[in-house]
C-alpha cells in the first residue's frame, strides 16, 4: 500500500491544471469538518441535557418511594423504616409526606407541593437541602426554632413562633417572598365546620430559599418539618411514603420490587425511571434523529468528494495510462484514488474533531448559552463531549466518504491505456 499511499498524497499536494479541483478538495475537507464538529457539539449537547436532567431529578428526589395502595396514608411507619433501612442495596431511607398547598404573601399566591420531611434523614437521600442559598434548613430540625419571647428575625419578641418553612426560588420570587418573611400556607384537606368543610390554613416563617436549578421544583416545591405537616394536613403520625436511596441506580426496579415484597400487603413502590419514562425515552429519540439530520452534513461532504475525485480522474487521465503502461495494476489505480478519498476524510475528520471537542469544552466551562428554565427545566446549555461519541462519528464520516470514492475509483481503473495516449 504505501506506493498507492505515496501518489495519491502526491496528487492530493500537486498543483492543479484546472484551479476548481484544489477549490473543491477544499471545500470537501472544510465540509467534513463542519460535518463532524457539528455532530461532536449536537451529541455533547444531548448527553449534556441527559446527564444534567438526571443527575437534578436525582439530586431532588430518590430513588425509589414506598406508598400505600390505600389513601389511609402508612401508620407504625417508625419500626418499618427501621426494617426496610436494613435490606440489601438499600443505603438510606427517609420519612415524608406531601400535600397540595396555596402559598400566599399579600396579594400575591402560588400554588406548591409541600413535604413534610425529617431534615437529618432528608439529606441521606437526596440534596435539595444543601441547594439552600438564602437562610438555612437548620430551623427545620426539631427544637432549633425560635421559642416563645425571644427576638424574631426582625428584633422583636414572637409570643407564637411561626413553623418554618423552606421555599424553591421561582417560587419565592413568585410571591415575592424573602427569608424571615411570614406567608400563609392554606391547605385544602381542611376541617369540618357547621358550615361544611373549610380549608385550614396557617402561618409560616419562610426560614430558607434553595436553588436546584430544576425549574419543576424550584418553582413548585417546599419542605417543612414533618410534625408540622401532619398537623396541617390533619395527619396525626401519619406517613405518604418512604424515601429510599440505593446503591445501584439502575437497578431501581428490582430493588423496589425487592422492598415492596419486605413492605408486606398493601404496598406499592415506584423509581425514578419509571417517573420519567416518557422525558429519557424523548431524549434518546432526539438524539437519534439529532444525529441523523446533522450526518446529511457529512453527506453532503461526500458528495462534494466524489466530484473533487471524478475531476481528479479526469484531469490524471494521462498519467494514469501511463503508470499502467509501466505495469501498475487496475486494482492498484483504484486504492490511489480510494487513498486519495480516505486522506482527504481523514483530513477533515481530524480537524472536525478538534473544533467540536474544543467547542464544547469552551461551552461546558463557561456556560455562555442560556435557556428559559420554564421551557426547558434548566437554566444554561450543558455539553457533556464524550470519547465514544468522536469514535462512532468518526467511523460514519470516514465510512460515508470511502463510499463515495467508489465510482471515480472504479471508473480510473476501468481506462484503456491505448485509448488514453491514442492522440498523445
Known amino acids: 500500500m504505501r506506493f498507492e499511499l505515496y501518489v495519491a498524497a502526491r496528487y492530493l499536494k500537486a498543483k492543479r491544471r484546472q484551479a476548481v479541483v484544489g477549490v473543491v478538495t477544499a471545500i470537501s475537507v472544510a465540509g467534513v469538518a463542519a460535518g463532524v464538529a457539528a455532530l461532536i457539539i449536537a451529541l455533547a449537547i444531548t448527553t449534556g441535557m441527559r446527564r ?79 441547594t439552600i442559598t438564602t437562610g438555612s434548613a437548620r430551623d427545620l430540625i426539631p427544637g432549633t426554632a425560635n421559642q416563645a419571647g425571644e427576638p424574631g428575625p426582625s428584633g422583636a419578641e414572637t409570643l407564637a413562633p411561626e413553623p418554618p418553612l423552606v421555599l424553591g426560588s421561582d417560587l419565592a420570587q413568585q410571591i415575592g417572598a424573602e427569608v424571615g418573611d411570614s406567608v400563609l400556607v392554606t391547605s385544602p384537606q381542611g376541617e369540618l365546620t357547621p358550615l361544611g368543610l373549610a380549608p385550614k390554613y396557617e402561618r409560616f416563617r419562610v426560614a430558607g430559599i434553595y436553588h436546584s436549578g430544576f425549574y419543576q421544583y424550584d418553582a413548585a416545591m417546599g419542605f417543612m418539618r414533618l410534625s408540622d405537616a401532619q398537623r396541617l394536613f390533619s395527619e396525626p403520625d401519619l406517613l405518604s411514603v418512604i424515601s429510599f436511596k440505593i446503591d445501584d441506580l439502575y437497578r431501581a426496579p428490582e430493588i423496589g420490587q425487592e422492598i415492596e415484597k419486605a413492605a408486606g400487603p398493601g404496598f406499592m413502590t415506584t ?150 495516449l491514442r492522440y498523445e
Open 271 to 420: 423509581n425514578w425511571m419509571e417517573q420519567n419514562r416518557e422525558l429519557f425515552r424523548a431524549m434518546k429519540l432526539e438524539q437519534v434523529v439529532t444525529f441523523i439530520i446533522i450526518a446529511l452534513i457529512v453527506i453532503v461532504a461526500a458528495l462534494n468528494i466524489l466530484i473533487a475525485l471524478t475531476m481528479m480522474v479526469m484531469e490524471k487521465t494521462r498519467d494514469i495510462a501511463v503508470m499502467m503502461s509501466f505495469g501498475v495494476r487496475p486494482e492498484q489505480v483504484r486504492r490511489i484514488f480510494m487513498m486519495q478519498g480516505l486522506l482527504i476524510s481523514v483530513i477533515g475528520t481530524a480537524l472536525g474533531l478538534v473544533l467540536g471537542y474544543l467547542a464544547s469544552w469552551a461551552g461546558g466551562h463557561y456556560h455562555f448559552i442560556h435557556l428559559s428554565a420554564e421551557v426547558y427545566s434548566i437554566d444554561t446549555l450543558p455539553f457533556a463531549p464524550r470519547a465514544l461519541d468522536g469514535v462512532i462519528v468518526s467511523a460514519v464520516s470516514i465510512g460515508i466518504s470511502l463510499l463515495a470514492t467508489l465510482y471515480p475509483s472504479t471508473s480510473a481503473s476501468r481506462i484503456l491505456p491505448a485509448e488514453a
Open 52 to 130: 444534567d436532567l438526571q443527575g437534578k431529578l436525582l439530586g431532588a428526589t430518590s430513588a425509589v418511594d414506598l406508598m400505600r395502595t390505600e389513601s389511609d396514608g402508612i401508620k407504625d411507619w417508625r419500626p418499618l423504616l427501621a426494617r426496610l433501612s436494613k435490606l440489601p442495596h438499600v443505603v438510606a431511607a427517609a420519612p415524608g409526606i406531601y400535600g397540595q398547598v396555596l402559598v400566599s404573601r399579600g396579594p400575591r399566591a402560588g400554588f406548591a407541593l409541600v413535604k413534610g420531611i425529617v431534615p437529618a434523614d432528608e439529606r441521606k437521600v437526596s440534596n435539595v437541602l444543601d
